[in-house]
């Protein structure tokens, strides 16, 4: 089982990025998807999640109204739009699933995802 994040890059500050988060090896349709991200000396953090349709969906305080989770479940992929970005989001972003429940709970907590992706790094320049 993957989850193969992609769509970082450099981008100066107010630009966007597309990340996308494709899963193989098992469907996670049913299932909590989310997004952390990890900054230079700082620990991992929650940025966004998202229920098995895509009803329910959360953000971190840091990311509202900036960035925009979404799923597309007939390609196994989650995507997280990112726009306004600023240099404080410089991170190793990674998707995370959780296979082991159906109900949206927690979701900002690591702890509940047990797959994890590899990350993919975004540069903001000021």
């Known amino acids: 089982v993957q989850l193969q994040a992609s769509g970082g890059g450099l981008v100066q500050a107010g630009g966007s990025l597309r990340l996308s988060c494709a899963a193989s090896g098992r469907t996670f349709s049913s299932n909590v998807m989310g997004w952390f991200r990890q900054g230079p000396g700082k620990e991992r953090e929650f940025v966004a999640a998202?229920?098995?349709?895509?009803?329910?969906?959360s953000y971190a305080d840091s990311v509202k109204g900036r960035f925009t989770i979404s799923r597309d479940n007939a390609k196994n992929t989650v995507y997280l739009q990112m726009n306004s970005l600023k240099p404080e989001g410089t991170a190793v972003y990674c998707c995370?699933?959780?296979?082991?429940?159906?109900?949206?709970?927690?979701?900002?907590?690591?702890?509940?995802?047990?797959?994890w992706g590899q990350g993919t790094q975004v540069t903001v320049s000021s």
């Open positions: 995370a699933a959780d296979s082991r429940r159906n109900y949206y709970y927690r979701v900002q907590s690591a702890d509940e995802y047990d797959y």
């Open positions: 998202i229920g098995w349709s895509g009803g329910a969906t």
